[in-house]
């Protein structure tokens, strides 16, 4: 909406002189603040009251009543707790045991060969790992066996596609063991070529992937842009045209009029420095659905903490999941919004100033 008001006000002003540079500038700020005043007024106010129980089991139930990620205002999204890279059957195990306080589970799938014997099939493995000794099939039977014997205590799954064969080769298996599934489960790619200057992995088709998940319309969607980072990352963000191919992406495969949930997984230490086009991605999706983020992490990632305490307050604790390595978690001390609320205002401030100036600097290169 923001975008358009900007693009609309750029258009109206073909003359060469400054003066119109100041009307500019006084109509963005006109602009900012009614568009400021819609935003603060819907989903995006932070809210410091909603004292709800972190991983309370009726957060997930709600997910599962609604299908969709969407309804799920006022639950504290940040308090979901995950198993990351749950694939092999030791930490299967170690996820499904009764102590291990998990909601969610999220593995990788790959084409590959269970205990290195026969046809390739789709098992648990992370690239370059082909290997695994745990097939998807038994994985999802697992999980399923657990959650029906264990009321109160579910998983939710996140499933990884690592390349389109992979998601292709595992349909069969998708339909018989979702319908089965009561849990949340999540259908993740990377669909696109991401930061930072991300060229080594090829990303899982977009347009085959979407078609695929159709079938299974309880499943949220989560889809995101291949990565580039590690420890010795500083700058590089997910980048304004980054983030336009994957509305075109939605767009494109008629996905925003499905209902299925959204959400947009994105690397911790990339995600801090790209508050402004992650918050313009989202609420574009929201013309129509909403959508999450789920913040991820490497062990070892760089990440500027206080940028990401930013970006996870100015979303609101509703509309974040947070997959990160404990450490990470720790450091960022959700318990304490501390100065969230100002946080939260002078990050809508820098990003009107910034659209303002981006809208000021495209109307001048017209001139
Ligand atoms: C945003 O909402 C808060 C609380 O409801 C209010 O105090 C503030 O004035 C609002 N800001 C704008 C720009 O409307
Ligand atoms: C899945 O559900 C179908 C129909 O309800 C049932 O026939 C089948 O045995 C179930 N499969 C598993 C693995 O529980
Ligand atoms: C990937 O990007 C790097 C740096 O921009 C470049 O040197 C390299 O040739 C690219 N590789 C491919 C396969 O495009
Ligand atoms: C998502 O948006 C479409 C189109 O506006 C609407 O028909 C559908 O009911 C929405 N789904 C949910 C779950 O709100
Ligand atoms: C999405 O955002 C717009 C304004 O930004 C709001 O009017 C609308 O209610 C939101 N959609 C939903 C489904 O909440
Ligand atoms: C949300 O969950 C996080 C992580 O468990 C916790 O630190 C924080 O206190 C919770 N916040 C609220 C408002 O419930």
Known sequence: MLLKFCKHNESSTNGGSTNFALLMSLLLVLVAKINGAALNGSNYQYQVGGQRTPADPQVLHLLLEDSDM?????????????????????????ALTETANIDFIEADIVLGKLNGEGEDMPVMAHPPAIVSDLSLSEF????TEFNRNHEGQEKGVKLDFKSIEVFEGSLDILDESIPNMTYPIWMNADILSGPVDQNKTVPVDADRFFAGCMRYKKAALSIGWTTNWGADFREGEYTQDQCDAMLESLTANNVLSTGQGITFPVRAGIAANSQEQLHRLVAAVNETNESTLTIWSSAGDYVDVDKLRQLIFGFGLERVYLDVPEELASQLDLGNPGNGASTFKSLFSFSFVSLCFWALSSWLQRI
């Open 70 to 94: 969407v309804r799920v205002w006022g639950t504290n999204l940040t308090a979901i707790t995950w198993a990351h890279a749950v694939n092999s059957q030791q930490l299967l195990e170690e």
């Open 140 to 143: 999802l039977n697992r999980i």
